[in-house]
């Protein structure tokens, strides 16, 4: 009547080794015994099974072996053949391009509601309750390696970026420029060549914005192919540079003559944006929840933020442009928590700089909103 066996699932990917796991557990469950699964140290998960008849178990069909690698150590009978019931499909990412709120496209949510960090367990009369614990399972070592890569990436364009628009702000020279509007017009600053250039010919920031977005759209079509993806993501972060190099210069010197909200804008913004991120990549690491179904309402939230920017240069009231900017950095911090989300458990692990470009692409957009509330006007 009773007996059992265990055995250990390990094909190097965690995600896909724990949907195995559970739909096993499933099955067993199904003929009258017993299953619980146990994460091990190594990332691999141990199906232990027990109880049900003799003649259950010796119709449990053998096993088949898993693609992409072999079963690991096993104790006993291997357990019968199971198929990952559709762990998601990620498809081509869309990390920016013409639409810059852009994170990763479509994606089919995993088909196992959540993770158990504890045993996993399923009886007869409920095959599907196989979720003992709501805890994050730990990362699998693949997926630590590559998030290691995706942030590391992150980093160097950051790099990139600031020192691309610290060339802009301190290199090639100063020319005069004249304070126009408020209660400090006419007064005369010294502004860097590169801005002033952007300052006298408007044209000139609207095709650094259009440079982005065609750099960005690029960087997101080679993002698989080798060496030339590094170089697209490291172009696009110097563009983003070039662009928001005005708008920085701008905010200073607004906060120099005591026309901004803070006395540092460009200071209040870059941490709050650090803030944001930090807080949001922590509490995904921490829960390992799935924030896919944002995808919709944040798409719906883009165009609703376009479309007020648009009207922003027709409607010229300080209120209006402040709530469209607070509408925005909301909205850039929902896509980082969605991207983040889809990172750290939907990825199939096969685009790193594109990963990367998308998280970057929502800390510029971040990183603008916030700074356009800090250094709004006083006068």
């Known amino acids: 009547m009773s007996g059992g066996f265990e055995f250990v699932v390990s094909t190097g990917n965690r995600d896909a080794d724990w949907q195995t796991a559970s739909t096993y557990v499933q099955q067993y469950s199904s003929s009258g015994m017993r299953a ?59 990390h920016g391009g013409v639409d810059p709120f852009a994170g990763p496209g479509g994606h089919a949510a995993a088909a196992t509601a959540g993770y158990g960090a504890g045993a996993v367990a399923g009886t007869a009369g409920s095959p599907g309750a196989i979720l003992a614990g709501e805890a994050a399972l730990p990362l699998g070592l693949e997926r630590v390696k590559y998030l290691r890569k995706v942030y590391g990436l992150l980093s160097g364009a950051m790099v990139v970026a600031i020192a691309a628009g610290y060339a802009c702000l301190s290199f090639g020279g100063t020319e005069p420029w004249v304070w126009a509007g408020g209660k400090h017009a006419g007064q005369e600053v010294l502004v860097p060549k590169v801005v ?44 983003m540079g070039l662009d928001l190099a005005p708008m920085i210069f701008f905010a200073q010197a607004k906060a120099g003559i005591g026309a901004t909200l803070t006395t540092a804008p460009v200071r209040d913004a870059g941490i709050m944006t650090a803030l944001v991120f930090v807080g949001i990549t922590g509490y995904v690491f921490v829960t390992r929840k799935d924030f896919s179904y944002l995808k919709a309402m944040l798409n719906i939230g883009f165009w609703v933020i376009l479309g007020g920017c648009l009207l922003t240069f027709v409607f010229h009231s300080e209120v209006f442009a402040l709530a469209i900017a607070t509408g925005g950095a909301l909205l850039s911090a929902g896509f980082i928590l969605y991207v983040t989300s889809y990172i750290f458990r939907n990825s199939k692990m096969d685009d790193a700089v594109g990963d990367a470009l998308a998280l970057l692409v929502q800390l510029r957009n971040l990183f603008m909103f916030l700074l356009r509330i800090f250094m709004s006007g006083r006068d």
């Open 36 to 94: 619980e699964v146990k994460p091990l140290p190594d990332g691999s998960f141990q199906v232990v099974v027990t109880g049900g008849s003799g003649a259950a178990q010796a119709a449990s069909p053998a096993p088949a072996q898993p693609a992409g690698g072999g079963w690991g150590p096993s104790a006993a009978a291997p357990p019968p053949a199971a198929q990952a019931a559709g762990w998601g499909s990620a498809s081509a990412q869309q």
């Open 196 to 239: 002033s250039m952007m300052f006298e010919n408007p044209a000139l920031m609207w095709i650094a914005f259009g440079a982005l977005v065609a750099a960005t759209f690029v960087a997101s079509w080679v993002s698989k192919v080798r060496y030339v993806n590094v170089v697209a993501l490291f172009l696009v972060a110097a563009i």
